[in-house]
C-alpha cells in the first residue's frame, strides 16, 4: 500500500482510505438510499471495515451522522492493526438527518459522543460537517464550532480540525482561512471533475492542508466504467461524459489496468491531495479497493490519459449544489 502525509498533520495515511457512508449497508437495501436512511447490519459493517484495515487500509472516515462509528470502534477492537497506525476521522455538527447545530456547546457533546462511539479517549481529526447554516465569522469564533475543536485540540482530545463542506466554494473559503488542517472534499476531484482546481487545491498547497476525496469514484462511474443501462445512483451523466469514460476505459484496457486502479490513484498524484475515501459497505468492496493502493501504473499510462482529463460542468455530471 502507498501512502502520502497527511498536509501538516505528519501523519502517514494510505493513499486509498474507507469512507463509512454506506458501511454496514444491509445487502437487500438499493444503492441509491440517502447516508442515514437505510438499513445497517453491524455484523456486516464490523466485518467489512476489519477487513479493510487488515488489507492495509489506514485512514478512516466516519461521522454520527452515517451511524457507522460503533462499527469503526468495534474493527478498532478486531484489527491486528495497531491503533496508533490507523487515522481515524470524524465529523460534528450534523448529528443525524435535518440536525444542524454549530454552537460551541453542541460540538463539545458531539465530540463526546463520538469518543464514547468509537471507544477511544483521542480522535485522530474532527471536521465541522457541512456548515451551510451559519456565517464563517460565527463558525470560526469562540462560540462557534471552530472555537470548540480548537479547545479540544489544545487538550489533546482532538489532534487536527477538518473541515467537510459538500458545497466546494464554501470548503474553499473554510481553507483560505489557514486555520485548517485537513479537508474533506466530496464531488469535486475525480478523472472527470476537476473543481478543486479552482481554489480548493491553490489554498491547501498555501497552508499546507491535507486534502481527502470523498465520492472518488463518481457513484460508481468510475469504478466499473461505463455499462450501458446502468444507473448511478442520484447522478445523471451526460452522454458526453460517459463517452469520455469509455475513451479512458478502452486505454485502461490497453495495458492492462482497471478503471477502478486508475480512478483512485489519478486523484493522488496532486500533490496536496493524500487519499481518498472510496465506500464499501462489505468486506468484498472493502478489499477490492484496498489492492488498488499497492498497483504500479506507468508513467507512459499517465502521458497517455492527460489529453482525456478535461473540465466539465455541473450539469454534466448531474451535480446540484443546494
Not at 482561512?177 to 466530496?186: H, K, L, M, P, R
Not at 460517459?242 to 490497453?254: F, G, H, K, S, Y
Not at 486523484?267 to 498497483?295: C, D, H, K, Q, Y
Request: charged residues 20%; proline residues 5%; glycine residues 10%.
Amino acid at each position: 500500500m502507498k501512502h502520502k502525509t497527511l498536509g501538516r498533520t505528519g501523519r502517514e495515511v494510505s493513499i486509498v482510505g474507507i469512507g463509512t457512508a454506506f458501511l454496514g449497508r444491509a445487502r437487500n437495501q438499493p444503492t441509491d438510499i440517502t447516508p442515514g436512511e437505510f438499513v445497517l447490519d453491524p455484523e456486516l459493517g464490523i466485518e467489512a471495515l476489519t477487513a479493510a484495515l487488515d488489507s492495509g487500509i489506514n485512514l478512516v472516515d466516519t461521522a454520527p451522522f452515517y451511524r457507522t462509528e460503533p462499527f469503526v470502534g468495534a474493527a478498532l477492537r478486531q484489527t491486528k492493526v495497531g491503533r496508533d497506525a490507523i487515522t481515524v476521522m470524524t465529523k460534528a455538527g450534523r448529528p443525524g438527518v435535518g440536525e444542524f447545530d454549530f454552537s460551541r456547546d453542541a460540538i463539545l457533546r458531539h465530540v463526546e459522543a463520538s469518543l464514547g462511539q468509537l471507544g477511544v479517549d483521542r480522535i485522530d481529526v474532527v471536521s465541522i460537517h457541512d456548515a451551510v447554516h451559519e456565517g464563517i465569522p460565527y463558525i470560526m469564533s469562540k462560540d462557534g464550532a471552530f472555537g470548540a475543536l480548537a479547545e479540544l485540540r489544545d487538550q489533546g482530545v482532538v489532534g487536527a480540525i477538518g473541515s467537510a463542506c459538500y458545497d466546494p466554494t464554501l470548503n474553499a473559503e473554510y481553507l483560505e482561512t489557514g486555520e485548517f488542517d485537513v479537508a474533506i472534499c466530496s464531488a469535486s476531484w475525480s478523472m472527470i471533475n476537476l473543481t478543486l482546481r479552482n481554489r480548493i487545491i491553490p489554498a491547501a498547497e498555501k497552508h499546507n492542508v491535507g486534502l481527502v476525496i470523498g465520492e472518488p469514484l463518481e457513484r460508481g462511474l468510475l469504478a466499473v466504467g461505463y455499462e450501458p443501462g446502468r444507473t448511478y445512483a442520484d447522478r445523471n451523466f451526460s452522454r458526453d461524459v460517459l463517452e469520455r469514460v469509455q475513451q479512458i476505459q478502452t486505454l485502461c484496457q490497453t495495458h492492462g489496468y482497471r478503471i477502478l486502479d486508475v480512478g483512485l490513484q489519478w486523484l493522488v498524484r496532486a500533490a496536496p491531495v493524500s487519499a481518498s475515501i472510496p465506500g464499501a459497505a462489505t468486506p468484498e468492496e472493502a478489499r477490492a479497493n484496498a489492492a488498488v493502493g499497492s498497483v504500479e501504473i506507468s508513467d507512459e499510462f499517465w502521458a497517455e490519459l492527460e489529453p482525456l482529463i478535461t473540465p466539465w460542468s455541473h450539469a454534466d455530471l448531474g451535480i446540484e449544489i443546494k
